[in-house]
Every structure is written in structure tokens, then in C-alpha cells.
């Protein structure tokens, strides 16, 4: 039920990432103090809730969901994947880990939060109960990190086990080329478009490719590699680059998927509108467009201006200036640290590329921003120090005449906006939230009897009435277009991902591809298409 699995503020819990370690040494020996017949119990029980959770994050709706797969993937993915992969074949561990799974489920009634177990609530409220412990609602339970490592691993589990292409994840025994794609009924590599295992032409080709390129010192794996802080020096840089890539390695099939909400082939697009009705409204294919202002810029071939001495690695691009709506691409310099500061004026920020680490004061561990993070800056928040990993670029729209909204302060400095307990980072990440993890709605069910297609769908990212503005994320699948539209106030379109076709009713039509931008005069009617054509299935 992917359409119930998000709520505001996830990331924070899950950026941490604490929870999950410290329950071991919370719980010790009453996490693995259990009989073995205790431990078969558990493990049947959790069976139950596996399935249940998988059929929660990843549902059945146009495509093959953790359903279809049913009763093998659960059990492969307990039984195989979480116990071998997870927690190294050690039983020890594994048993402490149905325990944790158990208790997600069986804990809600005892500590007041609802009358019904995990597995006997409906999917919404399991929905709603999931992401009451990712947000760490129950920290003060006492129960707060048995919750959120079963969670977790369960969360981490199932993604992996369908995105590793189940049941089709095992080489066949003496088959030289391995059949992964084209599965009936679809793959998780089927819907993520992925082409499976290198092959022999592809390998040669690789090999010519990587051997005309020059080695780059210091950036081999060693045998012993000691981990420094990331702001103690550029080599803290290149172990944690290392380290990061690792971890892609393992987890990049979810990370692809996460990061908008789009799979393979579809176009997601990034919509802020203001000053005005931000409904779509459908208008007839003979609407002429009368208003100027219909622009578009590629962000990342425009020359960028500094935000000044305070903030050396910090650049900008304006894309769009006037009054009460300004929108512009920012730019992070890698490995530059962008010291504590506090925002002039409010701000709405969508990360786009690139990881940047957020410094936390002493015990607190850093958090780690990836794209696809939203994040609204209410004006007067406290925020940063923050050091970019990799280059991170996003997208900025504010509607107050100053810029750059930054100014900088004491590290001492604590905004008023704060609550008790949070810094200005954690208390920014309260209010925003993963894009990917919205659920999206199809137009058509938006807009019923307005001539939108299948096809072609919404999320509502935030609508914030103080300042008038509402930021969407729109998706169109292979092969779709918009009937022509028009937006009532102004509006700007960013390519997050795929390629998309733009055609003003009366004018030409442009292809834009990711971080490319348009903006959009208010009243302006344009159609929207994937040029990528549909080849999967026919009807839904």
C-alpha cells in the first residue's frame, strides 16, 4: 500500500539510523534469553508478519507487488535473505531479529497505541503505525528501538529480496547467458527496467572504455583502511566516498527507486506554483498563449554567482526573479563546509544530486541528505554547519527579495523556531520529507470527467497557504501525454528524472532532460509528453 506508506518527517529516524544498533545492547540478554521452541514459535509468527509488511511497501497496483509472489518471497526472504544476508547465518542474531519482528507486531495494544496488533490492522493504520516508529514516535516508550529495528530490517528485506529479482534471482546451472528480463508476470528488474548481468559484447566494450582512462591515486581499495571524520581532511573524503559507493553497491537498486518515485523509463517532474490558482485546469488544443515570460534553462550551462566570503563553496543560478517568486538552482561544492547560519526569509528546497552531511553537536551522529529530500526553511531557522559529500545540487524557491538568504552565526546560535531537544537541522528535517515516499494519485482521479489519461499522475509535496504556494512532483509513464493544461498562477517545471517533451498549444515543442527548466507565466497553456513509447502490457 505504497498510497498510505508516507507521512512527514520519516527521514530523520531513518537518516540516524541509531535505533537499530542500540537495541542489542538495550535489550540484551532478554533479546536472545528465549527457548528454542521459542525461537520456532517466533519464527512462524514472523512468517506472518513478513508477509504482511511486504504486501505493505511494496503493493500490488499496475504491476506485480510482494503479493504476487506469495507464499516464496516471504519465505525466501526470511528464511534466506534476512537470515543469511542480514545476520551472517548466525541463529543467535537471527532469533534476537524475530523477536524485534515479533514485537512490532505485537506491541501496539500493549503500550496504548491501538486495540490491534500490526497484522490485524487494516492497511492504512499499519500504514500510519509504520511510519509513527520510522518518525520515532515511541522513543519515550521504552520500546522505541526494539520497534524501529524490526522495522528496519523488515523495510530493508523486502525491498531487497523483490528488487533482486525474486523468484528469478538464481543463476541457472550451465547456462552461459542468463534470462533475468522479459519475465511473465514482471520482475523486480522487469519493472525497474534493469538489463541483468553484463554480457560478453558489453564486457569487451566496458574494458575498452575503462582502459583509456587514467587511475586516479588514492582511490584503490587497500586491505586495512582507517575511516577518519569526514571533516578531518580530504583523505576522510575519499575513504567515506569509498565507503558510500560500497554501500551503493549493496542497497542501489532501492536508492534508484527511492530517490523520486519513477521507475524506469518514466518522466518525474518537480512543479512549484504561486501567485495564483495552482490547479490544473484542461483547455481546449486551440487555446492561444497571449502572455510573455515562457522560458527555458539548461541551470547546469549558466554561469554561477558565489553567495559570498561566509560561504565559499556555495553557488547559485537564478532561473527566475520577481516579485514574491524567485526560483534558483543551487550548487554545493564538494568537501567545503558551510558554516552555522540562519535563514533571512523563507525557503523551499528539493536536493536534486549529490549527499550533503549535516554536523550534529556532540553525542548526535551527523545525518546524510540524499536527493529526493524536500525541505521547507520557515524564516529565522537555525541550520548547517553542513559538508557536502559529493557535489549536491537543488532547487530554490523563496518569495523574499533577499538572496543569499543565508547569513552567518555564531555556532552557539539557537533559533527561537527550535523545539526543545532538536537543533536547527533535526527540526527542519521534522518538516520535510522524502518525495519518493508520497503517495502518488492519478490525475484523472484528481481531476474526474477533465480529460486526463491514465497514465499520468500527482503528489502533493506541500501547500502552504501563508505563503501561496504548492509544490507537486508530476509522473508520466511510457508513452503518455497531458491533454493541453493551463496552471493559474505562475508556475516552474525541473526535470528529476527521464526525459520529457513540453509544447506550448501555439508554439514548438522542446525536450528537456533532468535538472532542465521551465517556467511557466500563469495561465500559459502547454501539453506535456514521454517520449520514451510503452512496450509493456496492454490495460492495467
Known sequence: MQRVFSRRAFFLKIAKGAG?????????????????????????????????????????????GWATFEPGITMYGLDTYIRQVFSIGNNTAFNGLLQAIVGFNNLPPLIGYSGSTFTNMNIT?????????????????????????????????????????????????????????????PTG???????????????????????????????GLAKSVHLRPAVDGRSGYLMRRTQFLILLGCFGVSLALAQFGGRANE??????????????????????NTQPGFQIIDPLQQPVEPFGPDFPGEFFVSLHLEANDNFRFIIQ?????????????????????????????????????TAGLFAPFPQGVDFGPELPIFEAHSFLWTPSPIFPLLKAIDPSFTSPLDPPGLTGNEYVLTLGQFGALIPWVELKDTYPGAGWPQGIDGR?????????????????RPGRQTPPFVIRANTHLAVLQGTVTIKPTNGTATVLSKNQYAFIPNGFAITLSNPVAYTGPTGK
Not at 531487497?160 to 534471482?169: A, D, G, K, R
Not at 518522466?267 to 487555446?287: D, E
Not at 509535496?461 to 508530476?474: C, F, K, N, P, Y
Open 267 to 288: 518522466v518525474v517532474i518537480y512543479a512549484v506554483s504561486s501567485k495564483g490558482n495552482t490547479n490544473f485546469q484542461t483547455v481546449p488544443a486551440t487555446t492561444a
Open 460 to 476: 502533493l509535496v506541500e501547500q502552504d497557504s501563508a505563503l501561496g504556494s504548492t509544490i507537486r512532483m508530476i509522473r508520466l
Open 189 to 219: 528488474w522487469d519493472i525497474m527496467g534493469f538489463k541483468g548481468p553484463v554480457q560478453l559484447d558489453e564486457e569487451t566494450a566496458l574494458r575498452a572504455k575503462s582502459g583509456r582512462r587514467a587511475r586516479v591515486p588514492g582511490c
Open 20 to 64: 537499530a544498533v542500540a537495541a542489542y545492547e538495550k535489550f540484551g540478554s532478554r533479546l536472545f534469553g528465549e527457548t528454542a521452541a521459542d525461537d520456532v514459535a517466533n519464527f512462524n509468527s514472523a512468517l506472518k508478519i513478513f508477509s504482511a509488511f511486504g504486501q505493505l511497501v511494496i503493493p500490488v497496483d499496475d504491476v506485480p
Open 125 to 185: 493504520a499499519q500504514g500510519n503505525y509504520l511510519t509513527s516508529v520510522l518518525i520515532g514516535q515511541f522513543e519515550n516508550d521504552g520500546v522505541g528501538d526494539i520497534l524501529s529495528f524490526g522495522a528496519i530490517f523488515m523495510l530493508l528485506g523486502a525491498k531487497q529480496t523483490f528488487f533482486l529479482n525474486y523468484p528469478h534471482h538464481t543463476a541457472t546451472r550451465g547456462v552461459d547467458i542468463q534470462q533475468v528480463t522479459g519475465n511473465n508476470p
Open 333 to 369: 561544492k564538494e568537501g567545503i563546509l558551510t558554516q552555522h547560519n540562519q535563514f533571512q526569509g523563507p525557503a523551499k528546497v528539493m536536493i536534486v544530486e549529490g549527499l550533503d552531511r549535516l554536523i550534529l553537536p556532540d553525542p548526535k551522529a551527523p545525518i546524510d541528505l
